[in-house]
């Protein structure tokens, strides 16, 4: 199981975002999606390690952003995976890799 190989690392900025990312108005068109978005927010709440994040990092240019730089600090992470890739532009910050959920999971993802 992916949860007794990965910590997923979280604070509470970042959840919300993903909360607001997933009640768009785009994503209504499609069947049931705010009910499985919910249990999923609900179960990813669940599993997760939240970190408090006090430090404040501002090296991105969407400054926005610069919240998930702030969570991979504060929690040590070896990976940050995003598919924004317009403004992560850097490969890494401090020691942790920045990359694609593609090249996380072609790479890097636990296997049995």
């Keep these: 199981m ?27 068109r499609f069947a049931n999606f705010r009910t499985k978005a919910e249990i999923v927010l609900n179960r990813l709440r669940e599993i997760t390690t939240f970190y408090q994040t006090d430090r404040r990092i501002d090296v991105l240019t969407d400054t926005s952003d610069n919240k998930f730089l702030e969570l991979a600090a504060v929690s040590a992470a070896d990976y940050l995976t995003t598919g924004n890739t317009l403004d992560f532009t850097i490969t890494e910050f401090e020691y942790t890799r920045i990359l694609t959920p593609r090249e996380y999971w072609d790479n890097y993802a636990p296997r049995e």
């Design 2 to 28: 992916l949860t007794q190989k990965v910590e997923i690392c979280l604070s509470e900025e970042v959840f919300v975002e993903y909360v607001d990312v997933l009640n768009r108005a785009k994503f209504s």
